[in-house]
């Protein structure tokens, strides 16, 4: 029986050591077991048991073949790196970490719009405006610095050891829950947040009709607004932190797509970084010119889904 085993590695030792590879290793050792003992059943020597099954699953070119693999892919599996387990760790801590920064970065740039909404005296409101959203920009920096420190594991393939492999396809199998958690939770705040600003409007609309006061139009105006950004960026939070971390246990155990992936996506980056500036100086150009503060705002939404739009047609047009 250990010459059986002792086979079966050596067919697959020079095999890329992925998931399918593993899979159809184990397959193949079950079927040569379960077949040497039918043989031993039906009287057959050990030596010849073994010598039967080795014949009749040991064709490592049909192997290939049935799994796709060619010499050139061979070769340039062999040639490709291994990340040692320290160093994949020390990526995961970091992008979790790097997730909540720019958790945090969005959910403050979008709460700052919310002084924006009240009617406050003098230029308080954009004061406010600036001084959180510069906070939000600056965790956007040191993350994106700090980011970059890691840009070879997310831009060149490598390979895993399959301990390491197992052990954190375990840990991924484990936080999926959490995954689907923080999703459902901010799905259901978003919709609370524009649940919240009709309530509040509609909730203040006889009290203004009644009084007709200005202070009173502007404050519902700038609660209702407020509830629904707190909504949001809250939810944007746990979408974000949620999408990073799984994205990057993404980018360890299936290097090759996610390489692939990210060079599909740089382009879209590149858009992202015109279109998302000059968004934000047409909504001050509409604040300051002409007091359009609220609903200026929408245009970034608008860009985001033009952006979004214009990725998906080209990608499903040149596919």
Known sequence: MNIIHDYVDTMFKDLPKTEEVIRMKLEILDNMEEAYHELLKEGKTENEAIGAVISQFGNINELKEELGISQDEKEETASIPFKEEEEIMDYLHFKINFGHMMGLGTALCIVAFIPTAFDLAGDIDMILFLLIAVMGVVLFIIGGIKNNDYRELETQQFQVRPAVKEKLQRQYEQSKTMFSTKIAIGVVLCIFGVISYMIIENAF???????????????????????????????????????????????????????????????????????????????????????????????????????????????????
């Open 205 to 319: 609309n006889w009290a203004i009709r009644a009084t007709s006061s200005h202070f009173l139009h502007g404050f519902s105006e700038g609660l209702a607004t407020g509830s629904l950004f707190i909504c949001a960026a809250v939810g944007i939070y746990l979408f974000i932190t949620a999408g990073i971390k799984k994205a990057a246990y993404d980018t360890i155990l299936h290097n090759r797509q996610k390489v692939i992936q990210k060079k599909q996506e740089e382009e879209e980056d590149k858009l992202y970084a015109i279109v998302m500036p000059t968004a934000a100086m047409l909504y001050l150009i509409m604040g300051f010119c002409f007091g359009w503060w609220h609903p200026g705002w929408i245009i970034f939404p608008l860009a985001v889904i033009f952006v979004s739009g214009y990725s998906y047609l080209k990608r499903d047009t040149f596919s």
